[in-house]
């Protein structure tokens, strides 16, 4: 009997994704990253960074250049694999589940960047993810969480949107249930026609608090931003949270 992929494997080992978030912005990454070292007090010879779902290696190859020992984890075997040709004695990429999330080392900092939470079929799952992170940080460590807004995603919904990327067409349907938000991606590109899907829970902070504290975290900071402005529930673009190891 076949298995059916989880929907996160399937869509993000597919080029059609990388195609889709093309515009992601190295200058907007580089300024949230460089607005966390600072209020962190981050120190290249004396922090060790794991980014967690690091797709392709943007963050992780900037904190890099920036001196860090960083190793990115992803389950995406292709986005792996780009993200290898940029590895040094100081950056490494592995392939992992966060769910089986294993390391033979302790981190000060793990980064789970971009939305890259919520997306499986149980809150259980949720709470294991967190605790394997817990266990992969050295003690008084720092989790960074950057979700989105559930909220305001929520409160203004765009069912349905097209665009065309490099003459492949993107259909987009987007829909609420069961507390998720799921989004329908159809796929034109000359005579294929594919869809896949995204569906993430809409965790709100509320949700984070619970899921944190039962697993040995405290959040110490809120931001709306990758500018570190105060989160605020009807305003805010992002939920970033600043969690820190406690036991």
Not at 161 to 187: A, C, L, P, Q, Y
Request: hydrophobic share 35%.
């Amino acid at each position: 009997m076949l298995v059916k992929k989880e929907w996160f494997i399937e869509w993000f080992d597919s080029p059609y994704y990388h195609v889709l978030y093309s515009n992601r912005d190295d200058h907007e990454a580089h300024f949230f990253i460089n607005n966390l070292c600072t209020y962190l007090k981050l120190n290249p010879e004396k922090h060790s960074i794991t980014d967690l779902a690091c797709g392709k290696g943007r963050h992780s190859i900037f904190l890099n250049s920036l001196g860090y020992q960083v190793t990115g984890i992803d389950l995406s075997k292709h986005s792996i694999e780009i993200a290898k040709k940029s590895e040094n004695d100081r950056l490494t990429f592995e392939v992992q589940d966060l769910r089986d999330l294993k390391s033979n080392r302790l981190y000060d900092v793990a980064l789970n960047l971009f939305t890259s939470f919520g997306y499986f079929a149980s809150l259980d799952e949720n709470s294991k993810v967190i605790n394997n992170i817990h266990q992969i940080l050295s003690t008084g460590g720092v989790l960074i969480i950057d979700f989105m807004n559930s909220h305001k995603v929520v409160q203004n919904l765009i069912e349905h949107d097209s665009k065309t990327i490099n003459g492949i067409r993107f259909h987009i349907t987007k829909w609420m249930e069961n507390n998720f938000i799921h989004k329908k991606i159809t796929v034109d590109d000359d005579d294929t026609t594919i869809e896949f899907t995204e569906k993430v829970q809409a965790l709100e902070l509320k949700d984070f608090e619970e899921i944190l504290h039962q697993n040995g975290f405290t959040i110490v900071q809120k931001f709306g931003d990758y500018s570190l402005n105060p989160f605020n529930v009807s305003d805010s673009d992002r939920l970033i949270l600043i969690a820190q190891k406690i036991d």
